[in-house]
T-cell receptor
Framework: DAGVTQSPTHLIKTRGQQVTLRCSPISGHKSVSWYQQVLGQGPQFIFQYYEKEERGRGNFPDRFSARQFPNYSSELNVNALLLGDSALYLC???????????????FGSGTQLSVL | EDKVVQSPLSLVVHEGDTVTLNCSYEVTNFRSLLWYKQEKKAPTFLFMLTSSGIEKKSGRLSSILDKKELFSILNITATQTGDSAVYLCAVESGNTGKLIFGQGTTLQVKP
């Protein structure tokens, strides 16, 4: 089975531009999450979508937006890019084993975004 | 503010050594604690510990969760060079699937 796939793998943009990152979840997973990982730090939560609805949002400015499509794939958009947006953007898909059980996230290889 | 703290931040050992990685947390509405291994880009899932499963083992790796003292440890016995990676601890907070990650522990295993 294919894992979580993300595209593109690398991206170089200049300040002020806009970027769209794409993610396809593992087959059967209905939830997609986005994380930002700056070098030397752990990933930080940006969004989670479940059944095309936003389920959670991290402490990121409104320049960051996302959506989930009927096939459960997702896009992350970032407008008005800043130098500080340079990071590895990770997508994860997940399922919950039961109503009171934890949620296992499976990550893609990420998109490395460089803002110059 | 929710936080997850890992220690040590980095560790260098020799093949065959046993290592213990630590993770402490202060998180409201705790649901589960997860350990991931990150070698290049994609963090790969190791363990998930919840109230109903506070000890897990897989081969040379094992982990326990102490919900009273709010910490977890990841043990790796008989380390190999292939264990060299960043190990991430994360706690799921609430029912949004949000994971709060620690800074990670960088493990280097020398031949």
């Amino acid at each position: 089975d294919a894992g979580v796939t993300q595209s593109p793998t690398h991206l170089i943009k200049t300040r002020g531009q806009q970027v769209t990152l794409r993610c396809s979840p593992i087959s059967g997973h209905k939830s997609v999450s986005w994380y930002q990982q700056v070098l030397g730090q752990g990933p930080q939560f940006i969004f989670q979508y479940y059944e095309k609805e936003e389920r959670g949002r991290g402490n990121f400015p409104d320049r960051f937006s996302a959506r989930q499509f009927p096939n459960y794939s997702s896009e992350l958009n970032v407008n008005a890019l800043l130098l500080g947006d340079s990071a590895l953007y990770l997508c994860a898909s997940s399922y919950r084993t039961g109503p009171s059980q934890g949620e296992k996230l499976f990550f893609g290889s990420g998109t490395q975004l460089s803002v110059l | 503010e929710d936080k997850v703290v890992q220690s040590p931040l980095s560790l260098v050992v020799h093949e065959g050594d046993t290592v213990t990685l630590n993770c402490s947390y202060e998180v409201t509405n705790f649901r589960s604690l997860l350990w991931y291994k990150q070698e290049k880009k994609a963090p790969t899932f190791l363990f998930m510990l919840t109230s109903s499963g506070i000890e897990k083992k897989s081969g040379r790796l094992s982990s326990i969760l102490d919900k009273k003292e709010l910490f977890s440890i990841l043990n790796i016995t008989a380390t190999q060079t292939g264990d060299s990676a960043v190990y991430l601890c994360a706690v799921e907070s609430g029912n949004t699937g949000k994971l709060i990650f620690g800074q990670g522990t960088t493990l280097q295993v020398k031949p």
